[in-house]
């Protein structure tokens, strides 16, 4: 029903969030390891999976599965944006 669908919708997005801010807690230890360019491309692989897929979904499993991959893309893209431009510009220029 309606109402049970958005009911579920709240709760991936709440499960979501709570994923993503720990996500982002730990982005910047993974991303120093790996560096901001390959930070970049994964999150653009990420993206890319979540797009091409989100065509292809038949079922509101699949709709929350793609959903959660937006979870794990976003801090990725953010922290790596920095951290590629703070290792390609001089860190005076950027303020």
Do not use: D, W
Request: charged share 15%.
């Amino acid at each position: 029903t309606g109402e049970q669908g958005t009911r579920v919708f709240g709760y991936v997005t709440t499960m979501g969030e709570l994923l993503n801010a720990s996500i982002m807690f730990f982005a910047p230890l993974i991303i120093n390891r790996i560096g901001g360019k390959n930070a970049l491309l994964l999150a653009g692989t990420i993206m890319s999976v979540r797009i091409i897929g989100s065509s292809f979904a038949t079922s509101a499993l699949e709709v929350v599965i793609l959903k959660t991959l937006h979870m794990f893309e976003v801090p990725f893209l953010l922290v790596g944006c920095f951290k590629y431009i703070t290792s390609q510009f001089e860190v005076r220029f950027s303020a």
